[in-house]
């Protein structure tokens, strides 16, 4: 079974606060990817890594980045948190393209 | 512009009665993958099935069909006898193959099951 776990299930942060959330997978997978979910919107892509060192912007990278340092691990860093990233985090990573996700972090800004 | 578009916000089924949920999608590709996910309110995305656009058949999984009509650019998915724990979202999904690392989402389908 494919495996992609976070760091939390929940978070909560004020506003500036430098925020980490954490994915890995077990899988050995080469792409990995960070969405964040809001009602009515859907799944948005904030960025996607298909190897080691390396990503791409998806559709919303701003007020984001990223760290690839090994292939299990995907990091999502938010610098400076603000209250319009209070959202839900997904994590995911791909074989043969179908994505598998994990439990996601749903993240509160104050 | 919207690629995936799923038209019902919310809907109420029958416990052990079939549903239909829609989706539509846009592509000038030739070659994609559609897919559908369920996220229960524990909030992890659960992949359910998988319909290549150059798979013939109509893919099954268990209690789920995808309904795929080409011409149409639809991709229903059908889940027979339904349960209490199939009361979910639902959402629909789009990989062109020229894009392999791009998935597109729908806004997703509240689906309750009434006992």
């Known amino acids: 079974d494919v495996k992609v776990t976070q760091s939390s299930r929940y978070l909560v942060k004020r506003t500036g606060e430098k925020v980490f959330l954490e994915c890995v997978q077990d899988m050995d997978h080469e792409n990995m990817f960070w969405y964040r979910q809001d009602p009515g919107l859907g799944l948005r892509l904030i960025y996607f890594s298909y190897d080691v060192k390396m990503k791409e912007k998806g559709d919303i990278p701003e007020g984001y980045s990223v760290s690839r340092e090994k292939k299990e691990r995907f990091s999502l860093i938010l610098e400076s948190a603000s209250t319009n990233q209070t959202s839900m985090y997904l994590c995911?990573?791909?074989?043969?393209?179908?994505?598998?996700f994990g439990p996601g972090t749903r993240l509160l800004v104050l | 512009a919207q690629k995936i578009t799923q038209t019902q916000p919310g809907m109420f089924v029958q416990e052990k009665e079939a549903v239909t949920l829609d989706c539509t999608y846009d592509t000038s590709d030739q070659s994609y993958g559609l897919f559908w996910y369920k996220q229960p309110s524990s909030g992890e995305m659960i992949f359910l099935i998988y319909?290549?656009?150059?798979?013939?058949q109509n893919a099954t999984e268990g209690r789920y069909s995808l309904n795929f009509q080409k011409a149409r650019k639809s991709a229903n998915l059908v889940i027979s006898a339904s349960q209490l724990g199939d009361s979910a979202m639902y959402f629909c999904a789009m990989r062109e193959e020229y894009n392999n690392n791009d998935m597109r989402f729908g806004a997703g389908t509240r689906l309750t099951v009434k006992p």
């Open positions: 995911a990573s791909s074989f043969r393209g179908t994505q598998y």
């Open positions: 319909q290549g656009s150059y798979d013939e």
